[in-house]
Nanobody
Framework: QVQLVESGGGLVQAGASLRLSCAAS????????MGWFRQAPGKEREFVGA???????TYAKSVSGRFTIARDNAKKTVTLQMNSLQPEDTAVYYC?????????????????WGQGTQVTVSS
């Protein structure tokens, strides 16, 4: 079992940066693939990026080059650094975890979810 708690959301202007954090509790954090998803009003939850236990990361095309995921296995945390934010990045951002063998990009690929944190980018 893994419990996830996100923090760091807020209201920023276009072009600004924001860092989200996800604190995990439970055993064997380093073995989990950690993902970030987001859900805008009226839209489905979508994949943002993920990082393996070894630190290999992958990103959605819409955020590649602007967002960076990092993890600290000793502290059981994962962060999402978001730069050059745009209004279309406005959404509730969720941290997710899975002990699957490979990184997945679908909601169903993840077993554990945080409660989400709101990110609002004004134009």
């Amino acid at each position: 079992q893994v419990q996830l708690v996100e923090s760091g959301g807020g209201l920023v202007q276009a072009g600004a940066s924001l860092r989200l954090s996800c604190a995990a509790s439970g055993r064997a954090f380093a073995t989990y693939i950690m993902g970030w998803f987001r859900q805008a009003p009226g839209k489905e939850r979508e994949f943002v990026g993920a990082i393996s236990g070894y630190g290999d990361s992958t990103y959605a095309k819409s955020v590649s080059g602007r967002f960076t995921i990092a993890r600290d296995n000793a502290k059981k945390t994962v962060t999402l650094q978001m730069n050059s934010l745009q209004p279309e990045d406005t959404a509730v951002y969720y941290c997710a975890a899975t002990n699957a063998f490979a990184v997945g990009v679908g909601v169903r690929d993840y077993d554990y979810w945080g409660q989400g944190t709101q990110v609002t980018v004004s134009s």
